[in-house]
Protein backbone atom coordinates (compact mmCIF):
# COMPACT_ATOMS: atom_id res chain seq x y z
CA UNK A 1 0.00 0.00 0.00
CA UNK A 2 1.21 3.61 -0.61
CA UNK A 3 2.90 5.22 2.37
CA UNK A 4 3.51 8.49 1.40
CA UNK A 5 1.01 10.27 0.11
CA UNK A 6 1.53 13.89 -1.61
CA UNK A 7 -0.81 16.99 -1.64
CA UNK A 8 -1.24 19.03 -3.99
CA UNK A 9 -1.03 16.29 -6.59
CA UNK A 10 -0.93 19.41 -9.20
CA UNK A 11 1.21 23.32 -8.18
CA UNK A 12 1.22 25.76 -10.57
CA UNK A 13 2.59 29.00 -9.77
CA UNK A 14 4.68 32.20 -10.96
CA UNK A 15 8.94 32.25 -11.13
CA UNK A 16 9.54 34.32 -7.72
CA UNK A 17 7.06 32.38 -5.65
CA UNK A 18 6.98 29.70 -3.38
CA UNK A 19 6.07 26.29 -3.43
CA UNK A 20 4.99 23.97 -0.81
CA UNK A 21 3.87 20.58 -0.66
CA UNK A 22 2.98 18.38 2.13
CA UNK A 23 3.51 14.44 2.13
CA UNK A 24 1.64 12.32 4.77
CA UNK A 25 2.90 8.55 5.82
CA UNK A 26 1.14 5.65 7.86
CA UNK A 27 4.05 3.90 10.07
CA UNK A 28 6.57 4.88 12.19
CA UNK A 29 9.64 5.61 10.32
CA UNK A 30 13.47 6.85 10.39
CA UNK A 31 13.71 8.52 7.90
CA UNK A 32 11.69 10.65 5.17
CA UNK A 33 13.27 11.64 2.11
CA UNK A 34 12.33 13.96 -0.75
CA UNK A 35 13.17 13.12 -4.45
CA UNK A 36 12.24 15.09 -7.72
CA UNK A 37 11.98 13.77 -11.06
CA UNK A 38 12.83 15.77 -13.91
CA UNK A 39 10.50 15.46 -17.23
CA UNK A 40 13.53 13.06 -18.72
CA UNK A 41 12.88 10.69 -15.75
CA UNK A 42 15.80 10.90 -13.62
CA UNK A 43 15.26 10.47 -9.93
CA UNK A 44 17.46 13.02 -7.56
CA UNK A 45 17.82 12.40 -4.32
CA UNK A 46 16.73 16.13 -2.75
CA UNK A 47 16.96 15.93 0.99
CA UNK A 48 16.66 13.10 4.14
CA UNK A 49 15.22 14.50 7.50
CA UNK A 50 15.64 12.12 10.54
CA UNK A 51 12.65 11.41 12.44
CA UNK A 52 14.51 13.40 15.68
CA UNK A 53 14.81 16.55 13.80
CA UNK A 54 11.60 18.95 12.98
CA UNK A 55 13.26 21.10 10.14
CA UNK A 56 15.53 20.98 7.83
CA UNK A 57 17.53 23.32 5.27
CA UNK A 58 19.11 22.66 1.99
CA UNK A 59 19.66 26.21 -0.22
CA UNK A 60 16.09 27.04 -1.15
CA UNK A 61 14.69 24.13 0.42
CA UNK A 62 13.20 23.75 3.76
CA UNK A 63 11.63 20.25 5.11
CA UNK A 64 9.60 20.26 8.13
CA UNK A 65 9.39 16.84 9.67
CA UNK A 66 5.93 16.58 12.12
CA UNK A 67 6.24 12.48 13.50
CA UNK A 68 2.84 13.06 15.69
CA UNK A 69 0.96 14.07 12.29
CA UNK A 70 2.83 11.74 10.55
CA UNK A 71 3.55 14.33 7.76
CA UNK A 72 5.89 16.23 5.87
CA UNK A 73 6.23 19.22 4.31
CA UNK A 74 8.96 20.54 1.43
CA UNK A 75 9.17 24.22 0.84
CA UNK A 76 11.06 25.59 -1.95
CA UNK A 77 11.53 29.07 -1.98
CA UNK A 78 12.41 31.69 -4.59
CA UNK A 79 10.98 29.09 -6.78
CA UNK A 80 12.47 29.01 -10.78
CA UNK A 81 11.20 28.18 -13.94
CA UNK A 82 13.80 24.85 -13.48
CA UNK A 83 12.52 23.64 -10.71
CA UNK A 84 9.17 22.42 -12.41
CA UNK A 85 9.42 18.63 -12.01
CA UNK A 86 7.54 16.47 -10.10
CA UNK A 87 8.37 15.96 -6.28
CA UNK A 88 8.06 12.82 -4.21
CA UNK A 89 8.49 12.05 -0.75
CA UNK A 90 9.30 7.95 0.25
CA UNK A 91 9.80 6.42 3.48
CA UNK A 92 11.30 3.06 3.88
CA UNK A 93 10.31 -0.49 5.31
CA UNK A 94 13.70 -0.55 7.08
CA UNK A 95 13.74 -4.28 6.73
CA UNK A 96 13.81 -4.26 3.35
CA UNK A 97 15.25 -1.12 2.45
CA UNK A 98 12.39 -0.89 0.49
CA UNK A 99 11.55 2.57 -0.45
CA UNK A 100 7.60 3.65 -0.50
CA UNK A 101 6.98 6.16 -2.36
CA UNK A 102 3.95 9.08 -2.80
CA UNK A 103 2.09 9.61 -6.00
CA UNK A 104 4.06 12.50 -5.89
CA UNK A 105 3.62 16.27 -6.85
CA UNK A 106 3.91 18.05 -9.88
CA UNK A 107 4.99 21.79 -9.93
CA UNK A 108 4.78 23.58 -12.56
CA UNK A 109 6.82 27.45 -12.68
CA UNK A 110 6.24 29.95 -14.84
CA UNK A 111 8.49 32.33 -15.90
CA UNK B 1 32.09 10.53 -10.37
CA UNK B 2 30.14 8.40 -7.99
CA UNK B 3 26.97 6.97 -10.25
CA UNK B 4 24.63 4.16 -11.08
CA UNK B 5 24.29 3.65 -14.41
CA UNK B 6 21.56 1.28 -16.95
CA UNK B 7 21.57 0.29 -20.26
CA UNK B 8 19.94 0.81 -22.52
CA UNK B 9 18.19 4.07 -21.78
CA UNK B 10 15.05 3.52 -24.01
CA UNK B 11 14.20 0.28 -25.59
CA UNK B 12 10.89 -1.10 -27.86
CA UNK B 13 10.84 -4.44 -28.25
CA UNK B 14 8.07 -6.84 -29.03
CA UNK B 15 6.26 -9.50 -26.71
CA UNK B 16 8.53 -12.80 -25.96
CA UNK B 17 11.80 -11.32 -26.80
CA UNK B 18 14.39 -11.81 -24.29
CA UNK B 19 15.87 -8.96 -22.96
CA UNK B 20 17.99 -7.32 -20.40
CA UNK B 21 18.59 -4.20 -18.62
CA UNK B 22 21.72 -3.69 -17.54
CA UNK B 23 22.52 -1.84 -13.61
CA UNK B 24 25.96 -0.36 -12.26
CA UNK B 25 27.14 0.89 -9.47
CA UNK B 26 30.57 2.50 -8.88
CA UNK B 27 30.53 3.28 -5.22
CA UNK B 28 30.71 -0.17 -3.80
CA UNK B 29 27.45 -0.55 -2.31
CA UNK B 30 25.66 -3.74 -1.23
CA UNK B 31 22.12 -2.89 -1.59
CA UNK B 32 20.72 -2.50 -4.72
CA UNK B 33 16.91 -2.71 -6.48
CA UNK B 34 14.73 -2.27 -9.15
CA UNK B 35 11.72 -0.35 -9.24
CA UNK B 36 8.87 0.80 -12.23
CA UNK B 37 7.47 3.63 -12.39
CA UNK B 38 4.14 3.64 -13.56
CA UNK B 39 1.14 6.23 -14.26
CA UNK B 40 -0.82 5.91 -11.13
CA UNK B 41 0.77 3.39 -9.57
CA UNK B 42 3.60 5.56 -8.62
CA UNK B 43 7.26 3.74 -8.02
CA UNK B 44 7.19 0.03 -7.00
CA UNK B 45 10.14 -2.28 -6.06
CA UNK B 46 10.50 -5.31 -8.08
CA UNK B 47 13.55 -6.68 -6.77
CA UNK B 48 16.47 -6.22 -4.28
CA UNK B 49 19.71 -7.49 -3.28
CA UNK B 50 21.42 -7.28 -0.09
CA UNK B 51 24.83 -8.38 -1.24
CA UNK B 52 26.41 -10.98 -3.71
CA UNK B 53 24.58 -13.83 -4.42
CA UNK B 54 21.29 -12.87 -1.97
CA UNK B 55 18.21 -11.58 -4.09
CA UNK B 56 14.58 -11.31 -2.94
CA UNK B 57 11.07 -10.47 -4.25
CA UNK B 58 9.71 -6.97 -4.02
CA UNK B 59 6.43 -5.79 -4.57
CA UNK B 60 5.97 -6.80 -8.39
CA UNK B 61 8.27 -9.62 -8.98
CA UNK B 62 6.11 -11.50 -11.64
CA UNK B 63 7.57 -11.61 -14.70
CA UNK B 64 11.03 -10.40 -13.76
CA UNK B 65 14.44 -12.58 -12.87
CA UNK B 66 17.84 -10.89 -11.52
CA UNK B 67 20.87 -11.91 -10.47
CA UNK B 68 23.69 -10.59 -8.08
CA UNK B 69 26.82 -12.28 -9.44
CA UNK B 70 29.09 -9.38 -8.56
CA UNK B 71 28.66 -6.60 -6.21
CA UNK B 72 28.51 -3.94 -8.82
CA UNK B 73 26.01 -5.09 -11.28
CA UNK B 74 22.72 -5.94 -11.06
CA UNK B 75 20.73 -6.52 -14.35
CA UNK B 76 17.59 -6.85 -14.47
CA UNK B 77 15.76 -9.75 -17.01
CA UNK B 78 12.77 -10.14 -18.65
CA UNK B 79 12.78 -13.77 -19.91
CA UNK B 80 9.18 -13.23 -21.82
CA UNK B 81 8.09 -9.62 -21.84
CA UNK B 82 4.80 -8.74 -22.00
CA UNK B 83 2.85 -5.55 -22.55
CA UNK B 84 2.40 -5.10 -19.42
CA UNK B 85 5.65 -4.51 -18.48
CA UNK B 86 5.54 -1.52 -20.60
CA UNK B 87 6.89 0.88 -17.75
CA UNK B 88 9.77 3.09 -16.54
CA UNK B 89 12.44 1.27 -14.69
CA UNK B 90 14.81 2.58 -11.94
CA UNK B 91 17.81 0.65 -10.83
CA UNK B 92 19.08 2.22 -6.88
CA UNK B 93 22.17 1.47 -4.53
CA UNK B 94 23.45 2.13 -1.05
CA UNK B 95 25.22 1.08 1.32
CA UNK B 96 23.07 -2.04 3.28
CA UNK B 97 23.11 -0.15 6.60
CA UNK B 98 21.91 2.99 4.70
CA UNK B 99 18.94 1.00 3.09
CA UNK B 100 17.96 -0.38 6.43
CA UNK B 101 17.90 2.84 7.90
CA UNK B 102 16.07 4.51 5.34
CA UNK B 103 18.94 6.17 4.12
CA UNK B 104 19.52 7.78 1.16
CA UNK B 105 19.37 5.50 -1.88
CA UNK B 106 21.36 6.49 -5.35
CA UNK B 107 19.13 5.99 -8.52
CA UNK B 108 20.10 5.46 -12.02
CA UNK B 109 19.10 7.91 -14.55
CA UNK B 110 15.68 5.20 -15.93
CA UNK B 111 15.17 2.68 -18.78
CA UNK B 112 12.08 3.08 -20.77
CA UNK B 113 10.74 0.00 -22.36
CA UNK B 114 8.06 -0.50 -24.55
CA UNK B 115 6.71 -3.66 -25.12
CA UNK B 116 4.33 -4.19 -28.28
Known amino acids: SQQGEEDPQALSIQEGENATMNCSYK?????LQWYRQNSGGGLVHLILIRSNEREKHSGRLRVTLDTSKKSSSLLITASRAADTASYFC???????????FGQGTTLQVKP | EAQVTQNPRYLITVTGKKLTVTCSQNMNHEYMSWYRQDPGLGLRQIYYSMNVEVTDKGDVPEGYKVSRKEKRNFPLILESPSPNQTSLYFCASSRLQQAAQGDTQYFGPGTRLTVL
Open chain 1, 27 to 31: TSINN
Open chain 1, 90 to 100: ATCSSNTGKLI
